[in-house]
Every structure is written in C-alpha cells, then in structure tokens.
C-alpha cells in the first residue's frame, strides 16, 4: 500500500511558514535546494540515538549541495540549558558556522527547543528547520515558533518567538518510538481534540486499536488532524496574546505536579493528563461541561494507558493539594495574581477562565489525588 | 539659557519606536504611565557608577506608579556574558518578575547590550527601555534594535534584532562622562557624518572649540544630528539585509585591530578612527575619494585627539599587516569567504564593496601602520 504524498499546511503568522505533513527526510535537501540559494553549510543538531537511525537518510538528500556538520547533544530534559547552548556555538564556528549557515533540528522537542534557541540568537538569527521525530514535536513543539532552554530557577525561562523556515515532518520517523514516548504526544493530541476538533476526539475512541497497533494510515490521519489544530492556532495568535493560550489546557495543573514531584516519577504525559482531567472537573464545577462528558474523557485517557489520578502514577500520594495550588501561584502566564485557567467547553471547545477561585481549583485537585 | 524641549524621532522599523532626544531621566515615569497600562514591575538594570549618579533623578519619576528593583552589573566589556545573564535572569525571577515586567537599560553600551538581550529572552521577551548614558550609547546603540552578549570565540556571536519601545535620550548625562569615553562616541559620529552627513562633518570641523568645551546647545545639535543618523539609515534596513551594513564604516579595520590586541592598549573609538583612515586610503585607490579628502578625515579626528595610525597608540609596532587581513576574513559580515566593505565615497557618502583584493587591502593597513 504506498501512502499518499505529503500534505502542506501554512503557518500564517506574522512571517509564514510551510509545515509539511508526511513528508520524506531523504527529500528535504531538495526542498531547501528549490528555497534558499544563498545556504552552502548546514549545522543538523540532534542527539545520538535520533542520528543512528535516521542521520543517513537525511544527510542523502543533503550532501550533494551542501557542506554538512553534525553537532550532538545527548538525550534529556537537562540538555536545554545555557551551558549547551554556549558548547553549540564554540562548535559552530569552529565548523565555519556564519549567517548564511543553516540549522536543522533533527529530534524531539528538546532539540526543536534547543536548537532552535541556538539558531535565535546566533549571529542574531540564523535560518532553522525543524524536523521532528517525536509524536510530541510532530503534533506540538514543532509549530509555533516557540524555542526556550531552561534555567535553574524554571524551565523554559529563556526564550524566544522565532519561527522556522519549515517544519519537515516524516511519519515514518515515529515507528521507531517507545510507547511512552508516544504516551506524551497523545496527551498533547487529545488536548488538541478537546480544544477545538471533537471529531478527532471521535477518531480518537473510535481508532484505539489501530492507533496502538500504529497503523501507519490511521497514525497519519491523527497526527495530520492534530498538527492541524495547533497550526490554526498559532496562526491565529502567534505570541499568546489570546486564543494561543488555550493551548495551555490542563498544563497549569500538569506542571504543578510535575514542579512538586521534581519531574520524577511523573513525564509530561501523564502530568498533562491528570492536568486535563482536573481542568474537566473545574469546567464541570463551573456548568461548563456535564459529569458524563468529564468521563469520557477520563475513559479515552485510560484507554490509552494514560493516568486520570496521582495515585495511578505514584505510590506515596500527595495528601495536601494546597502546595500544588501554591505552585500554580508561579505559572508564568499568570499576570498580576490572577490564575488564570483554560478550560474545556464541553468536548471540542475550551476558554480562558479568570473567574476560578482558590476553593474551586483545589476540589478539582481533590477529584484527581 | 534655557534648552528647547526634546525632539521625538521615530524609527519606522517592522515595529516602529520614537527616540526622545534631550528628555529628561525625571520625566520617564510620566511617559510610561501614560503608553504603557498594564505595567506594575520595573527592573533598571545599571552598573553601580550610572547608578550612583542617576539612579535617583530616573527613580524619582517612577516610584510613584511602579514597583522598582535595581539589577546592578559591575562595569566592563566582560559582563556582556551568557553568565552574567543567566545572574541576572535569577535575580530578576527572585523579584517576582514576569512577562508584563518592563526592563529599563540605564547605562552605556554595555548595559545596552546585555540588558536588551536579556528582555529580549526573558520569558521569551519582555518590553524594553533603552536609557542611554554614553555618546556612544546615544547615537549608536541604543537606536537600531540590536542587542547581544559576547561568547569566548568572539564579541556579539550571541544575540536578537530587538527593537525597544522606546529610547529615552538625556543629553544632561553626558556632563560626567569622561573624556576617553567621549572618545568612542565621537568616532562613531564623525562615521556618522561620513556616511551621509557632509554638514555635520562640516560642524564638527568648525565647532571643534565649543564641542571639547562641551557647550549643551553646541552638544544637543551635534548628538541629536548623529543620532538622527543612525535613526534614518536603521529604519530602511533593520535587519541589515543592504544599506544598514554601511553602519560599519571603519569596523572591519578597527575589529581585526582591536582583536589583534586582544582589546587592550586601544578603545574601541581608536579603533574605529584608524579604520575609518585605513577604509578612506583603500577609497582613494579605489578611485572614490581624493587624497585632499584623506587628509581632511585624518585632521578632523587628530583635532579630536583620535588617533589616524597605530603607532600613534601602541610602541610596539605591527609589522605584518598579514596578520590583521587574516583576522578580516574572520569578520562575521563577510559572505562566503569574498570580504565584504564598507567605503567612503567622497564626504558624506559611503558605499558597500566586495571588490576589494587583498593586496588593496593591505596597502591600506600599510597607511596606518
Ligand atoms: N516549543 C514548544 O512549543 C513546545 C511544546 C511542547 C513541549 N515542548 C518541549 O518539548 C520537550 C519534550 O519533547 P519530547 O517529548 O519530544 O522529548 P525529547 O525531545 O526528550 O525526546 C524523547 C526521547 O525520544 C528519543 N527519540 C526522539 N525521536 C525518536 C525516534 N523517532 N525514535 C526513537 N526515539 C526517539 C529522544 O532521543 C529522547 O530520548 C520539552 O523540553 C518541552 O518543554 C516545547
Ligand atoms: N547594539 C549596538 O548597535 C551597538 C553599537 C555599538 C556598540 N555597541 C556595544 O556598546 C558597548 C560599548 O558601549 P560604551 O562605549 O557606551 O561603553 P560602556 O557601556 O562600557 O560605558 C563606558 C563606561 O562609562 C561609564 N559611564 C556610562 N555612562 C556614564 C556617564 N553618564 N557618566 C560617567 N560615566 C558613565 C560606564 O560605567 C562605563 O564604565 C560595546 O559592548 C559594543 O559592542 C553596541
């Protein structure tokens, strides 16, 4: 069965660009070929394990055109840091780096992020393509322009809007992930059909067994359906002034988790979906959302081996929920004291809320310690 | 003697921003108030010398309606750090500083720079005041958007085009300056008024006596002219894709100088000042200018006590000129290995140049040596 070509959808932000969905690593030498005639040197940042399996069949489409350089970070959260970013940019000029290089991020959203700060700032920016390889960086990280490296005192305190030149994304790339790496783009996903595509969350029930088998059609269909939504998102409000920031969706509650158990013993995944299931249980408070709409969700989240408690993830529970609504206090998207909250609107709907009081936001912890 | 009121210039950038020549500190917080609503939190960001004289005139107009904290940065090139920056990002976290936090830079170019690149990557950018003391800061970097820290391999390699939302020029401050760092602004001035600004030449030629002297209304017409300068020629070309690049004037010379001295033993104002003889040597063999308009260029700097020849500034003397050709071709506005530079045309005009062959260039090192 061969699959059909790739599908192209614009970012239209305030400077556009393509993000192509389904397309071939081996073809993206070509693309850029046909893009930018002033590119000669190219810097591929990624990380060994993502290079060992897919660096040749990018560097193929590369090595004709251009002068290649590889530059690698090792795995891991604690790579988006400044101390790497300054070990990037040695390496970079000593590899002839200039403004006319051009940096591919080849990985998951820790290098799309990183590298993607690198190419920000360097030289006060230098082209970038993000060529995720991760179920996260595909539906997610990818798009929007968002790129940051951590901080001791938080995690994406340093950053900037910088959109790509293009996001080259290959399906393909995502067999080779481990199923809990799948878990944390799933959560992002069914965000994703929570906040505006109920058909997707359909999809979503209706395509459980062929979605875990990894049925490479139907894998297409929801990552092509879920890129999508973030892409009309980002488009409509680049720089979260507005409707952006729905796509915070049950992440003031997952990082307040994540924040209080040091991020161990918890990934992202699973602090994103207890976050959505807390953020229904709010909405059901709220009138925005039935009881019998807050479980389905819930059932959808189980199906796919996500959590919709603490005590599923962990053995000590946490018994005080008053430090997680402490550590929410810290949200950086909180302004001026106010929390500031997204939450769903029945299935395929969400909003921003400025109204939820303290007493509200611990019951809906309660509903999910 | 009573001084005009100060004269608003606007920077027609992608996002435009005025610059205020001859405001004053004290008036600062009164015009904030009235652009910007949604701001409680103010970070001055300054070294303890500007503090010591003008912390208390800027605050004065400010306490009123802002919360206040100071980031204090010792003096010194070497702050312009990636450590430094991450010091000030914990600092700035520890005063409860979030996205509608506004950074005002109150200093020199160095607190220009650094300041600038840390609002511009806190929280993926925060609003920005530049607030500058030197001549330097004044007419140059201050105006123009470009903020940056340096890294070991070399000066500026990291940093953003971002413009702030508004620059807050109070001549008054240049009273306490001292005259080495007058220096360095005057270089870039007389660069100014080469590149497309014969007049002011001119006025520097005839009020040499009333500028040494620091005369205010003589001073206000000279900085607000060359400011007036950098203003027009950074809103046809911010991002330096054409004409912004004849801001170098002079750089790729005083650069491979000042480098080849591991920046000691020569300012940056004498580096520009030989540069700027050396590029009007290479003009005049290129055909571009007479030799009586060399002459004029060198008296005009000597008058002001920069220097036209190396010798003038260091005893031991640079006697290969290779060396420093070398150090051009590391240049980070150089295009694939042809130098690009930048010469003056006549008085008052410059022009972008990649036909320059080395042994040209060499010639004209061999003027200045
Ligand atoms: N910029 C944004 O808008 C945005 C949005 C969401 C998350 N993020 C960031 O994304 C990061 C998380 O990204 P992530 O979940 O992709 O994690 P990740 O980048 O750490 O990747 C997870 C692991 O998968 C491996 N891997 C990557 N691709 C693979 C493949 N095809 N096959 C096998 N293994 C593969 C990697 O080596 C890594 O160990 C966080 O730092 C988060 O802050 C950014
Ligand atoms: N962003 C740009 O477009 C741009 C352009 C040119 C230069 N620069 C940068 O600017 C920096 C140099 O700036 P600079 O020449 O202003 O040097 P500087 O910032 O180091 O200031 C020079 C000295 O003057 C002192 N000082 C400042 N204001 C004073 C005042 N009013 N009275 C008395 N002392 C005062 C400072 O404490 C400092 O010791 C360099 O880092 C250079 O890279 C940037």
Redesign the pocket.
């Known amino acids: 069965m061969s699959l059909p070509e790739y599908q192209k959808v614009e970012v239209t932000a305030n400077i556009p660009y393509p993000v192509f969905l389904g397309a071939q690593l081996e073809a993206l030498g070509e693309y850029l070929h046909s893009q930018f005639q002033d590119v000669e040197h190219i810097l591929i940042i990624t ?1 060994p ?2 290079a060992k ?2 660096a040749e069949r990018l560097q193929k489409g590369l090595l004709v055109d251009y002068r290649v350089n590889f530059l690698f970070v090792p ?3 604690t790579e ?1 840091s400044l101390e790497r970013l300054s070990q990037l940019t040695t390496a970079a000029l000593r590899f002839g780096a200039d403004r006319h290089t051009l940096v591919i991020a080849l ?7 990183l590298a ?1 700060f690198f190419a920000s700032v360097f030289m006060r920016g230098i082209r970038l393509i993000q060529v ?6 595909q539906v ?5 322009g ?3 490296v ?1 901080h001791p005192a938080g ?2 305190i340093l950053g900037a809007f910088y959109p790509p030149r293009a996001v080259w994304t290959d399906f393909t ?6 199923w809990e ?1 799948v878990e ?2 799933l959560a ?1 996903s069914i965000k994703h059909a929570l906040i505006e595509d109920s058909g997707l969350f359909e999809f979503f029930e209706t395509e459980e067994e062929s979605l875990k088998r990894r049925d490479p059609l139907i894998w297409r269909e929801m990552v092509t359906r879920s890129s999508t939504v973030k892409v009309r998102i980002v488009s409509q409000d680049e720089r979260e002034q507005g409707r952006r920031a729905l796509l915070n969706l049950g992440h003031s509650f997952g990082h307040a988790l994540e924040t209080e158990m040091n991020y161990r013993g918890v990934t ?1 995944g699973q602090g994103v979906s207890i976050g959505l299931v807390a953020a229904a249980h709010l909405a059901n408070a709220k009138g925005l959302m039935t009881m019998a709409e807050v479980d389905r969700i819930k059932r959808l989240l189980n199906k796919f081996g996500l959590p919709t408690k603490i005590t599923e993830i962990v053995e000590t529970t946490i018994k005080d929920p008053q430090v997680l609504l402490q550590l929410m206090q810290a949200d950086k998207k909180n302004q001026g004291g106010r929390k500031i909250l997204i939450l769903p609107h029945g299935i395929g709907r969400a909003v921003i809320s400025k109204e939820c009081t303290d007493a509200e936001i611990l019951d809906a912890w309660n509903q999910v310690i």
Request: charged share 20%; glycine share 18%; no cysteine.
């Open positions: 990380n394990q993502v399996l897919y795995a891991g959260e988006k990985g998951g959203g820790v290098i799309g992020d993607g995720p390889t991760t179920l996260l960086a997610d990280s990818s798009i929007g968002k790129v940051a951590n995690k994406n790339t995502l067999e080779s992930l481990p790496e944390n783009g992002e992202h």
